[in-house]
């Protein structure tokens, strides 16, 4: 079943934790926003969604991500 966020553009607000990992599936940097972004999803993973972020998959918890309403 495909994710509803795969493609879609999320807003994740400031100050919010986001995670990259190795190969092996251990956290290899952590990064915590400076400003709120908005940011496509790429993947989803169990309570996380990877988003892309200077040309890499960061990982955040789905809690602290908000859809984007089109109007």
């Given at each position: 079943?495909?994710?509803?966020?795969?493609?879609?553009?999320?807003y994740i607000p400031s100050s919010t934790s986001m995670v990259t990992y190795s190969s092996s599936g251990s956290p290899r940097q952590v990064y915590s926003l400076p400003e709120p972004k908005y940011l496509l999803v790429k993947e989803e993973k169990d309570n996380k969604l990877g988003v892309f972020l200077n040309g890499d998959v960061w990982y955040v918890d789905k809690r602290k991500v908000y859809d984007v309403k089109s109007s």
């Open positions: 079943m495909m994710s509803k966020y795969i493609g879609e553009l999320v």
